[in-house]
């Protein structure tokens, strides 16, 4: 502290203990990892030199718990952290970041990607229930995801394609983007018989079975039943505020893991929040078994 005021360590000092061992990390596997290849072994210690620097000014972003032992450690640059405009999807989602992967008992880096590698792509689609799911808590039955859901697969492969075929969009686009989740905030997962893409058919562009919010639409969210192809239920999001100048509205949807009763909070720019309670009639009150 110098005159009431905080002056950050210089960038030029030592670096911290974490950081020293994901670069000591990164320059291993690119030495070691292609000892067969030396054109393969310089390209890759060359593509380490050349970005060194902006692996240096990495600020850790967010933590999850993977297990009792091993962390998702989410580093980005400032802009990420500092920036107003990086809250928004495509903004957020053009920024570089590294996934680290770290032993909390031996204290070793065990992985590290950037958000654009195909391998963390890969467990991300086939293993996505151990980055949403925790370990140690009790299993999920209806919580569905591209790892144990065909539907889920086809979403999430849906929004490849539309990013990798948008304007300004690419492959590497595209990779960041379904990346840009991790790592998850696992408290946020609601498990419900509502949000299993095997029992039913919904719009996931206003309602999702984590409790965030998104874009409110202005007509009634339809439920569809999966084996029939039937209408089984509505959420009618309400109406907006009255007001001269309207504005956009945002959501967020909690459903009961058992009962038939879903909260909807709305949010409008100067306005109260509103909170609505759905019941559903007796008859539909089990969605599992309408299916049956």
């Not at 893409?197 to 409110?216: E, H, S, T």
């Amino acid at each position: 502290l110098k005159q009431g005021t905080f002056v950050p360590v210089a960038m030029d000092g030592f670096l911290d203990s974490l950081k020293q061992r994901i670069l000591s990390f990164w320059w291993r596997r690119a030495f070691f990892g292609n000892a067969d290849d030396p054109v393969k072994r310089a390209m890759a210690l060359r593509h380490v030199y050349f970005h060194f620097d902006q692996l240096k000014d990495l600020l850790l972003c967010k933590i999850q718990f993977l297990d009792e032992a091993h962390l998702l450690i989410k580093m980005g640059s400032v802009d990420v952290l500092c920036n107003n405009k990086s809250q928004n999807v495509d903004n957020a989602s053009s920024h570089g970041a590294l996934f680290v992967v770290y032993n909390v008992n031996s204290t070793r880096v065990v992985g590290a990607y950037e958000n654009t590698s195909h391998d963390l792509l890969d467990l991300f689609e086939h293993f996505h229930d151990f980055f949403r799911v925790s370990s140690f808590t009790k299993p999920y039955t209806h919580l569905s995801s591209c790892g144990n859901n065909a539907f889920g697969r086809d979403t999430l492969r849906t929004l490849q394609y539309a990013v990798k075929h948008a304007r300004n969009g690419g492959h590497a686009q595209a990779v960041r983007r379904v990346l840009l989740s991790l790592p998850f905030s696992t408290q946020a997962a609601m498990e419900s018989p509502y949000f299993d893409m095997a029992l039913f058919a919904y719009d996931g562009k206003v309602i999702c079975p984590i409790d965030r919010p998104q874009l409110c639409c202005e007509y009634p969210i339809k439920f569809y039943s999966r084996l029939t192809g039937a209408l089984k239920f509505r959420v009618n999001p309400g109406a907006p505020h009255r007001s001269h100048r309207p504005s956009k509205r945002y959501s967020s949807y909690i459903c009961h893991p058992r009962y038939p009763l879903i909260i909807s909070v709305h949010h409008q720019y100067r306005r109260p929040a509103q909170c609505h309670f759905h019941l559903v009639a007796p008859m539909a009150a089990d969605p599992a078994a309408d299916d049956e």
